[in-house]
């Protein structure tokens, strides 16, 4: 019997355990077991789009247990606090769901693990950013500023409390996180200044992305950032560039140039590491965000029956180049590359080298547009980029639910919208 466990069902994990389970099959000296400290899946691109009410998140949750029956693999619902190396074992904490307050320690055993934990913002240790920044790393989180937004454009409508003549949001990071966030913000206000909550009309709204750097979207060409940036200056943001924040309190924003900033609602998305649980193993080999060093193979320096991928994996494949970044994409082309990788472990075959293809990267800017580049050089803009952005999410749902099932999901959508007429009402 090997045992393969794979830790996190995220957009790489739940990718890898659905095409490694088809693979296997009815084999019975293969047993697959999905770990995830979530009962649910949401695929994290759509996150902003919980923010702002476009996605009903209900619909879009992959239940691990129900999925883990359908696929024919083992799911624990629990986190990974420890892992002993010469043991080949991992602990796995898990809470009662009825007690809240027991929990226990499992014990689990691997011939080869695979880590797939994404990761969380990185505050940088800027000085205020966790007592007063919300942050957009989970379904949880998300639905929490939701929730906050909701309840403020409630309260203008309904002045429950004194009204404030301005409301300001700041978005810290000019990323793809920061610029999908802040445009769906814009059209949610737009909307619900016509519709719902035709009050906010009477106050001062002011939407702001801030970046360190000189251009927003540094991870893409300087054409795309300029594009971007003229698209969210139509639409009514303020860009702050070269804004190095230095700390945060409850009213203000304040900048290493001794410039400051006004802001109700604070959001930081200005950079990832790696998981708290990576921080603290030891005997790892970890960049400087506590991402797992790995080789081509995707087996950590640490050990070969290790291997480690997605966001939480630092894979450098050309010296002269910087790591992958933290993208689907990449997360879900190395699930692909190990369905076949970890059958040749197993059948003591060579293991191959992973090479990513670079596909393009697209970012949205609301529901109904979008800027991308795709293959290193057409640029895309418009319906057909937000269009093409939305066929990236039914990629995924083809990964992990098969093209009929996706389908139907993809039909459903239509009609809900539809129902809707669009309006961001989730
Ligand atoms: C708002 C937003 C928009 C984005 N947009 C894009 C985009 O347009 N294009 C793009 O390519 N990328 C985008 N990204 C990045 C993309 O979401 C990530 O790169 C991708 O999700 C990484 O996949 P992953 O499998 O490594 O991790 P994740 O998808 O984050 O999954 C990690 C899983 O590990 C589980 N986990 C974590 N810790 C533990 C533990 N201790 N024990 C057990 N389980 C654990 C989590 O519950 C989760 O299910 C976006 C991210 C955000 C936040």
């Known amino acids: 019997m090997h045992n393969i466990v794979i830790v996190g069902g995220g957009a790489g994990g739940l990718e890898l ?21 979530r009962l649910t899946h949401v695929w994290k691109p759509l996150l902003h789009e919980v923010v702002s009410g476009s996605l009903n998140l209900i619909e879009n949750e992959v239940n691990y247990l129900i999925h883990s029956h359908q696929n024919n693999y083992n799911y624990i619902y629990g986190s990974l606090i420890n892992i002993d190396k010469n043991d080949q074992s991992i602990d796995i904490e898990i809470h009662s769901l009825s007690h809240p307050e027991q929990k226990c320690v499992r014990n689990v055993k691997y011939d080869t693990l695979v880590l797939a934990l994404g990761s969380i913002s990185n505050d940088f240790n800027v000085p205020g950013v966790i007592d007063h920044c919300y942050f957009l790393d989970s379904p949880e989180q998300a639905k929490t500023i939701h929730d906050k937004i909701f309840m403020s454009y409630l309260d203008i409508k309904q002045e429950v409390i004194p009204v404030d003549p301005e409301y300001h949001v700041a978005i810290i990071g000019g990323g793809a996180t920061g610029v999908e966030l802040v445009s769906e913000l814009i059209e949610l206000k737009n909307q619900m200044a016509k519709t719902l909550f035709k009050e906010l009309n009477q106050i001062k709204m002011t939407f702001t992305v801030i970046d360190a750097s000189d251009r927003l979207l540094m991870a893409l060409s300087p054409n795309i950032s300029k594009e971007i940036e003229k698209s969210l200056k139509t639409m009514g943001v303020n860009v702050l560039k070269n804004a190095q924040v230095v700390s945060i309190d409850a009213d203000k924003i304040y900048f290493a140039d001794g410039s400051e900033l006004a802001a109700n609602l604070k959001i930081w998305a200005a950079g990832i590491k790696a998981p708290q649980v990576l921080e603290s193993l030891k005997d790892f080999e970890k960049d400087k965000i506590h991402r797992l060093k790995v080789y081509a193979t995707l087996q950590t320096y640490s050990d070969p029956n290790i291997f480690a991928f997605g966001d939480c994996a630092n894979c450098q494949l050309d010296a002269t180049q910087p790591p992958l970044g933290a993208r689907a994409q990449v997360a879900s082309q190395q699930a692909d590359f190990l369905c076949t990788s970890l059958m040749n472990r197993i059948s003591n075959k060579s293991l191959p080298m992973f090479k ?71």
């Open 17 to 37: 355990v659905t095409k490694l389970s088809k693979l296997v099959g009815q084999k019975d000296n293969i047993n697959i077991t999905l770990v995830d400290a």
């Open 356 to 426: 990513f293809n670079e596909k393009g990267s697209i970012v949205s800017l609301g529901q109904k547009s979008a800027v991308g580049e795709i293959f290193n050089e057409l640029s895309i803009y418009g319906k057909l980029a937000r269009t093409t952005y939305d066929a990236l999410y039914r990629v995924h749902q083809v990964n992990i639910h098969g093209a009929k099932h996706t389908l139907q999901l993809t039909k459903r959508d239509s009609i809900t919208k539809n129902l809707l007429k669009n309006l961001k009402l989730y």
